[in-house]
């Protein structure tokens, strides 16, 4: 297989192929404008803070996680997204998340489990309050982020529809509304956007059900009202907006493996030993210090290792990608 690196092309780098040529043609169209001003230095990192834009979330307690990790800044985290369904640009989400109507919403859940049903979001805001924590997790792609999410652990919800023994995966698929979300209407991906773990992946305590971030509920570029957090995996993995979640026997197939398998594998754990076939997976670039600074060097599960690496004992790590 031929494969061509392009270790300086920014949205080529952080962007599945046929994303980042509708993007170039969409750029080309409009003059490049959006191009000149993602080349423009970001300011450095804050400590965490409520930014006070979003309806805060009472009564969190923050676990140890992370603690000695410091936040990236609010503004970058929320305004350098892959969203699709809210356009193909970097910027795009951030500029249509008003598109995205959050409620009423609910989360079906189903396939093999003895309870199968629905839960609100409002319920699962309230109900596990007890749960609800603030993780401080790294996040990473080819630029890596550290965030202070606020979720409950997925495990808590999908404990409550009683998975049977033929639950071997989870298949968790995001939000369908093309009337209202510009990206739905262009076939970039197929949509929905579907994501899947497998069963213990899912059930793992660092899987994370996300209602917020940064003390507030989540902004829509970021996956309002609820989205998935595997923090030792790559950024796809994370499906936003998600209305549905269902246990199968088998591995589901998901949206990047669906249109590209040469490209994206279903487990896309965190592996600088792995490259992409279009670019190095070694170095990340930390997001907010511009896209000229420094590379640090990528863990193995993002630094999860010691968390999650008895998932995947006895795997082919170079194989099952
Ligand atoms: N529904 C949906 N979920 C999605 C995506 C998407 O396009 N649609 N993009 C994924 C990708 S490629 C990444 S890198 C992360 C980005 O999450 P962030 O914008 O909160 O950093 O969301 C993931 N979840
Ligand atoms: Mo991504």
């Known amino acids: ?22 993007r170039r043609r969409f750029l080309r169209a409009a003059a490049g404008g959006a191009a000149a001003a993602l080349l423009l230095a970001r300011p450095g990192q804050a400590a965490v803070s409520r930014p006070g834009r979003l309806a ?6 923050e676990t140890a996680h992370g603690k000695d990790l410091k936040p990236t800044d609010y503004d970058d985290f929320t305004s350098y997204n892959n969203f699709v369904e809210l356009g193909v640009s970097k910027e795009a989400p951030a500029n249509n998340a008003h598109l995205l109507r959050t409620r009423p919403w609910t989360l079906k859940v189903e396939g093999e489990c003895e309870a199968p049903g629905e839960i609100g979001i409002e319920d699962i805001l309230t ?3 007890q749960e609800e924590r603030i ?26 529809f009683k998975p049977t023994s033929k639950a071997k995966f989870v298949e968790l698929e995001s939000i369908s509304d093309p009337d209202r979300l510009p990206g739905q209407r262009r076939p970039v991906l197929p949509w929905p956007y579907v994501e899947g773990l497998r069963i213990d992946e899912a059930m793992h305590p660092l899987t994370l059900l996300a209602t917020g971030c940064y003390g507030e509920v989540l902004p829509g570029q970021n996956g309002a009202p609820l989205r998935l957090v595997v923090p030792w995996k790559y950024g796809f993995k994370s499906a936003k907006s998600i209305v549905r979640i269902r246990f199968v026997e088998e591995m589901p197939e998901t949206t990047w493996v ?15 030993t792995v490259d992409h076939p279009r670019w190095s997976q070694a170095r990340e670039r930390p997001i907010g210090e511009g896209l000229f600074a420094r590379r640090r060097q990528t863990q193995m599960f993002n630094g999860y290792a010691e968390q999650v690496a008895d998932l995947y004992r006895g795997m082919d790590l170079s194989r099952h990608y």
């Open 127 to 129: 109900q596990f309050s």
């Open 135 to 160: 993780y401080r997790l790294r996040c990473v792609e080819t630029w890596a982020a550290v965030v202070p999410w606020v979720g409950v652990p997925l495990s808590l919800v999908l404990a409550r």
């Open 1 to 22: 297989m031929q494969r061509i690196r392009i270790p300086s092309v920014p949205s080529s780098e952080i962007t599945p192929r046929p994303v980042w040529e509708d």
């Open 56 to 61: 805060p979330i009472a009564d969190l307690q």
């Open 258 to 272: 669906r249109l590209q398998p040469d490209e994206y594998g279903f487990y896309a754990n965190v592996n600088p």
